[in-house]
């Protein structure tokens, strides 16, 4: 079980910083990532980590502004936002995958396990 927190309600510029724990398990060897979904949108890609390489994948639209990163001790995953705009406004969700191809990282139905959602709202 996936538990996603950290949403909340900033000005265009600020920060935000989600969380994602992992409920009595470990993410090792899974690959955790963050998905959106904007009202009335599609949910949509923004980034990834395999988690035992750290490596990141990131959308072209939050790259450089996001950084998602881990804590292997509290099996937990984050998704800093920086420089927030209105666009980024959505429900942000967390997403896991125990075995997923490289081209489809970016694909949400290839992630099993899912978090509940936070709300992350940006004014202009």
């Known amino acids: 079980q996936l538990q996603a927190s950290g949403g909340g309600s900033v000005q265009a510029g600020g920060s935000l910083r989600l969380s994602c724990a992992a409920s009595g398990r470990t993410f090792s060897g899974y690959t955790v990532g963050w998905f959106r979904q904007a009202t009335g949108k599609e949910r949509e890609f923004v980034g990834t980590?395999?988690?035992?390489?750290?490596?990141?994948f990131y959308a072209d639209s939050v790259r450089g502004r996001f950084t998602i990163s881990r804590d292997n001790a509290k099996s937990t995953l984050y998704l800093q936002m920086n420089s927030l705009k209105p666009e980024d406004t959505a429900v942000y969700y967390c997403?896991?995958?125990?075995?997923?191809?490289?081209?489809?990282?970016?694909?949400?139905?290839?992630?099993?396990?899912w978090g509940q959602g936070t709300q992350v709202t940006v004014s202009s």
């Open positions: 997403a896991a995958s125990a075995s997923i191809i490289h081209s489809n990282l970016a694909v949400s139905s290839a992630y099993a396990y």
């Open positions: 980590l395999k988690w035992n390489s750290r490596h990141t």
